[in-house]
């Protein structure tokens, strides 16, 4: 009977598993093969034929470019490590501002960054795209990354906040009677400590950006500044839609995007600060 | 190796004041420590000393120079702190040495003083690791380590041993009263143990709600305490306080305890008593002693009470019985079995009781 239980649990576990990813799985499996038996009825779950075709063309390895998802990816990659190191600077400053000092409107200015996370960014996408046309700055990359900043720097503040309020302050202290300026202090003692955090918060910053669709699709208009979740609509066309190519793309933006949280998931877990205090 | 000198120093958080007007000379290598309940400044002094809280007002000199504006890093003293608040991302090594990586210092010149040190400390064999892989006592060597290779003109310590457990404070204790008279240095300390202050200090401060009650060597403080405060305040087990009224009869001063104990004023201190009609007497355990004699009558301060708990703890028993609703503790030395409920003789030691004013507090005689 136990073990009949335990099977059954795995049986669940299993199943679940398999719903959840399917998705996926099926993303990648699609990207390797041709278009036309993508289509076919019944599903035909493990491709014929496998096929690179999709992201050579992608590339332009061949000469022809349908898609220039080379430069959606650079355009991805700039936009969303800009804002990135732009945001988490900020956010890391502002999170150590509020984990740190005391100041008038502590509380109300953090409430305000927090309530700032809770507008739909779509509802925003009327009035900055009429903001960045008048301002001349409507499908470029910069009017992206600055939108990303804006979008990030709460949240890198919020999560900044948590791991430096984890650091007891009397390690900034200690260190300021050891004879460091404020500044030496947060750059060779919080800082380091604070590192794992801060670098989870980055990436995180760059996911949201790197994965980003709605605002992205109201401000970029061109190849100058379009991303790669912009640069997917590129496959549908009038009267087709090239399911192979949107994949290839998918699997492109996926594919840094899974390592990254894996880096996360690992660096989430720090006990870094043990042992510096009692214990 | 420098004197610390306080003027009217001041410290407010909006309203509630946390030190008010302290004036205070710390002279050169001295050991001067600073004892009170909790809340009642010591610390924020320190910090104040340090450069790491603000003051409101008053100045701060050392080596005397005005610090008030200097940064913690231009003072020149080492914090130690309760949590010890060790780099974790950094060796033994590494920690010693950093405030004079961060001064620029010469490489072999570090490596000298950090050699220095962790001889001094006993750390030979930890030199590597890293905080989190040290003990308790080990990491507050450490953290003592680390102030001692800047040679700075004081030490501050705050409340260093309150994390250890009764044991390793005791050997600590110790160790950091070696290190002093190694190192000859100036040294503040705050602690809220009193033993921590009795043993250690050259000089004591006991402070209360921001105020200096009273300054002086630990036998000053613990033989003539200023005020009912420090009476209890200093002394394990505290001093025990007891309500008395002076009553007038046949040209003699009477002190009336309760209904039983009436005791006659001593001869010296009756001038001070003539115009009051209440005192407090503050009588500490060892003088309130048990006797074995038939003699209850109250001539020579002798009364019998019945025991309502006896501490038995090897070189003495600590006897509690209670006067006017008040627990008060005797110590008997020479042990010998009391059970609860047993009536006891006990005399109290004239000569050592100190007097009290029952409105100000303060010591009358």
């Given amino acids: 009977m136990k073990h009949i239980k335990k099977i059954s649990f795995w049986f669940l576990v299993l199943f679940l598993l398999i719903l959840i990813c399917l998705p996926g799985i099926w993303i990648f499996v699609s990207a390797f093969r041709p278009n036309p038996e993508i289509l076919s009825k019944p599903a035909n779950w493990i491709p014929d034929r496998w096929t690179i075709h999709q992201f050579t063309q992608m590339f332009s390895i061949n000469g022809y470019v349908s898609v220039p998802a080379f430069k959606y990816l650079m355009n991805s990659i700039i936009i969303s490590s800009v804002s990135t190191v732009i945001a988490i600077t900020i956010g890391m400053m502002g999170g150590y501002a509020f984990a740190r000092f005391n100041f008038r409107g502590k509380n109300k200015i953090f409430l305000g960054l927090m309530l700032a996370r809770a507008v739909p960014g779509i509802s925003l996408s009327l009035p900055l795209f009429i903001l960045f046309a008048k301002l001349g700055i409507i499908n470029t990359s910069f009017g992206v990354i600055l939108v990303y900043v804006a979008m990030n720097v709460p949240f890198t503040i919020w999560l900044t906040d948590g791991f430096f309020r984890q650091i007891p302050k009397e390690m900034s202290e200690v260190a300021r009677t050891d004879g460091c300026t404020r500044l030496q202090a947060f750059w060779n003692v919080e800082l380091p400590l604070a590192g794992p955090g801060i670098g989870a918060a980055a990436i995180f910053a760059f996911l949201l950006s790197w994965n980003e669709y709605a605002l992205a699709s109201i401000i970029t208009r061109t190849v100058h500044s379009k991303t790669l979740p912009i640069g997917m609509m590129d496959y549908l066309d009038e009267f087709t839609i090239n399911w192979a190519g949107m994949c290839a793309i998918a699997v492109v933006m996926i594919v840094p995007a899974l390592i990254l949280t894996f880096i996360v998931q690992k660096h989430l877990v720090s006990g870094l600060t043990f042992g510096g205090v009692k214990g | ?365």
């Fill in chain 2, 1 to 365: 190796m420098a004197k610390v000198e306080l003027k009217n120093l001041t410290k407010k958080y909006g309203e509630v004041i946390a030190v008010q007007n302290m004036n205070l000379t710390i002279s050169d290598n001295e050991f001067l420590v600073l004892v009170g309940p909790s809340g009642c400044g010591k610390s924020t002094t320190l910090r104040m000393i340090a450069g790491l809280e603000e003051i409101s007002g008053g100045e701060i000199f050392i080596r005397d120079q005005l610090v008030n504006e200097k940064d913690p890093k231009d003072r020149n003293v080492s914090m130690v702190f309760q949590n010890y608040a060790l780099y974790p991302h950094m060796t033994v090594e590494e920690n010693l040495g950093f405030s004079l990586k961060i001064a620029k210092v010469e490489k072999e010149e570090i490596e000298k003083r950090v050699r220095d040190a962790v001889q001094i400390l006993g750390l030979e064999e930890l030199r590597k690791r890293k905080p989190s892989q040290l003990s308790g006592g080990q990491r507050q060597r450490v953290a003592m380590g680390r102030a001692i290779v800047r040679r700075p003109d004081a030490f501050l310590f705050d409340e260093p041993l309150s994390n250890l457990d009764a044991k390793l404070r005791t050997q600590m204790r110790t160790e950091i009263k070696k290190l002093h008279q190694k190192l000859k240095t100036t040294i503040i300390y705050v602690t809220h143990d009193q033993v921590e202050a009795m043993t250690l200090a050259d000089r004591i401060i006991i402070m209360k709600d921001g105020y200096i009650e009273q300054i002086g060597s630990p036998i000053e403080v613990f033989t003539k305490p200023a005020n009912i405060f420090v009476a209890t305040f200093i002394g394990s087990p505290p001093m025990n306080i007891i309500e008395g009224d002076v009553i007038r009869k046949e040209n003699k001063l009477i002190i009336k305890i309760d209904d039983e104990i009436n005791l006659e004023c001593p001869q010296k201190i009756q001038s001070s008593l003539e115009n009051k009609n209440k005192i407090y007497l503050g009588i500490r355990a060892e003088d309130i002693m048990p006797k074995e004699t038939s003699d209850y009558t109250n001539s020579n301060w002798c009364f019998q009470k019945s025991i309502n708990l006896a501490e038995p703890l090897g070189t003495e028993t600590q006897l509690f019985f209670t006067i006017k609703n008040k627990e008060i503790i005797s110590r008997m030395y020479n042990p010998k079995d009391v059970k609860v409920g047993d009536k006891i003789n006990f005399q109290i030691d004239s000569n050592k009781v100190h007097f009290f004013d029952a409105e100000t507090e303060k010591t009358i005689f």
